[in-house]
């Protein structure tokens, strides 16, 4: 039996990869669309060579560099979405393929934003407040602009979570999660 397909989405600094992590902590198959990006912009041959024709040698490879562009040009962003959205979805879409285990995960931060939702059979939104973002990482720029608005993604959501509290009930609701899934896939 293929493993069932779960994508996490949510909006900047909540609490994603907690998430991913925690569902890695009750056995699932785990995988993070910001860790394949992060590995074709360091060894993708193509990548490398389109971003040094783009913006210059001292752009390959060096992601301060590369966000210094593109968070203040949405063009620049746009075309460097465009140049990574289908090798990241491939890259996804393999792993997949290839998990052997009840339950695959993966952390999709764009995943209402490009499509993606149809190639999963559940989505859990992890969502937080302003002040626990804010905690969390230093203020975004327009970045959360872009995005879809929470309530949209929640009103989309299988399973959602609101990240404001501890790790222990982040946990407990993954384990939640986890439990609900593996069991309606037994019936």
Do not use: C
């Not at 939702?117 to 905690?135: G, L, N, W």
């Amino acid at each position: 039996m293929a493993a069932i397909r779960v994508a996490i989405t949510g909006g900047i600094a909540a609490g994603k990869s907690e998430t991913l992590a925690a569902f890695a902590r009750h056995g699932a198959a785990t995988a993070s669309s910001d860790a394949v990006v992060h590995d074709l912009l360091a060894h993708d041959e193509d990548v490398r060579s389109a971003i040094g024709a783009r913006w210059g040698d001292d752009a390959v490879g060096n992601r301060a560099r590369i966000g210094e562009i593109v968070f203040h040009d949405r063009d620049e962003l746009a075309w460097l979405e465009h140049l990574l959205h289908p090798k990241t979805r491939a890259a996804i879409d393999e792993w997949l393929a290839h998990v052997d285990g009840p339950l695959a995960v993966v952390e999709v931060p764009l995943l209402y934003e490009t499509g993606g939702e149809t190639r999963f059979d559940k989505v859990v939104v992890v969502t937080a407040s302003p002040a626990a973002r804010r905690a969390r990482r230093a203020p975004v720029d327009d970045r959360q602009a872009r995005l879809i608005p929470d309530e949209e993604k929640l009103r989309r959501a299988d399973f959602s979570f609101v990240n404001d509290g501890s790790l222990a009930a982040l946990d407990a609701f993954v384990a939640g999660v986890v439990e609900n899934l593996l069991s309606s896939s037994a019936d």
